[in-house]
């Protein structure tokens, strides 16, 4: 039978290893898994780029409020077409991703997005540095 086989490190025995895998068969929330980002600093700005493999642009969702940027995007899973044959290993199902991170210090409203060959790519541009004001006081 096809069945995916879950490869460990046989060599090297980690008793914390059986914990992780019975927490994670426990508590599987059967999501897609972690959404994997990288983030650079390109001077004046940050930019973000997130893999989503197998997404449409459609369902991803940029959600901002408070300081706050929150990614989410969601397989759904059709029943439009009745398949022959019967799964072995199904896999690749409807779930979702969801990250969120702090943007203080960024300029919210110049924020872009783009969505090219499943990763998401975000341009973060910071807020230029507060210059503290300095003023004389007069005295009465």
């Excluded at 879950?6 to 914990?19: A, G, I, L, T």
């Excluded at 969702?61 to 009745?82: F, N, Y």
């Amino acid at each position: 039978m096809l069945v995916p086989y879950n490869r460990k490190n046989h060599s090297v025995y980690n008793p914390f290893q059986d914990f992780d895998d019975l927490e994670r068969a426990f508590f599987s929330d059967r999501s897609l898994g972690e959404l994997k980002t990288d983030i650079k600093d390109t001077g004046d700005s940050y930019t973000l780029e997130a893999d989503l493999p197998g997404f449409n642009k459609g369902d991803i969702d940029l959600h901002l409020q408070d300081g706050v940027l929150t990614i989410t995007a969601k397989h759904q899973e059709t029943s439009e077409k009745k398949e022959e044959g019967k799964y072995l290993c199904r896999e690749r199902r409807c779930g979702s991703y969801q990250r969120s991170f702090d943007v203080s210090g960024i300029q919210e409203e110049n924020i872009t997005a783009a969505y090219d060959n499943g990763v998401l790519k975000l341009t973060l541009p910071k807020q230029g540095e507060v210059i503290p004001q300095s003023r004389k006081i007069a005295i009465e």
